[in-house]
């Protein structure tokens, strides 16, 4: 990792394309595509200096909202397949968990020129220091199973994905070296 270049990067969370608090579903194509049409060209829209990118990381320096503020940065961990979140801003009872990871498939679009961070339904979250952690969502993962969005296979992989990353974390810590080498970039560009 050498340095930050600007990039884009746009969260697909798969399931909800139809809108975010209406379930999860089995989106026809055309759905899906005018959903991440929309996310790209809005993303297009945000400050340049929001997004940047390091080899087989990109960082993202969010807006500020309900559950992020000034030091909030969202990491996108390519090879690891997570969407990591420093600084989230949970309400109770969830206010002590610091770091929100969300097991991902993260690739570049070339039809929309931008990275895309596929959410995949497990999420972990940590406490600041990376020592306590818990699993959520395994309930969105069932049921999209059960409806039919993901196969068996699928979610045998996200399961699989989800453990190897509770092992890692207990195997080499947290927060990962990457996501430290990219809090040093960060701080030598101003942010």
Not at 3 to 30: Q, S
Not at 72 to 97: C, M
Not at 178 to 188: D, F, G, H, N, V
Request: charged fraction near 25%.
């Amino acid at each position: 990792m050498s340095g930050l270049e600007k990039t884009l990067v746009i969260w697909w969370r798969f399931g909800k394309e139809h809108g975010e608090d209406d379930g999860l579903r089995v989106n026809p194509e055309a759905v899906i595509a005018h959903h991440l049409d929309a996310k790209a060209a809005r993303s297009r829209a945000l400050p340049a200096g929001q997004w940047r990118g390091a080899g087989n990381v990109i960082v993202e320096r969010p807006p500020l909202s309900s559950h992020y503020g000034l030091e909030t940065r969202i990491y996108y961990l390519v090879e690891r397949g997570l969407t990591v979140i420093e600084g989230i801003q949970l309400p109770p009872p969830r206010e002590q968990w610091y770091w929100y990871l969300h097991v991902a498939d993260i690739f570049y679009d070339q039809q929309r020129l931008c990275w895309v961070s596929q959410d995949l339904f497990c999420d972990i979250v940590l406490d600041p220091a990376g020592q306590r952690y818990h699993l959520m969502d395994l309930g969105d993962l069932g049921e999209a199973l059960t409806i039919g969005l993901i196969d068996q296979p699928w979610a045998v992989n996200i399961l699989k994905r989800t453990d190897q990353t509770l092992q890692a974390i207990n195997e080499e810590g947290f927060p990962f070296p990457e996501i430290e080498q990219a809090r040093l970039l960060c701080r030598q560009v101003g942010w």
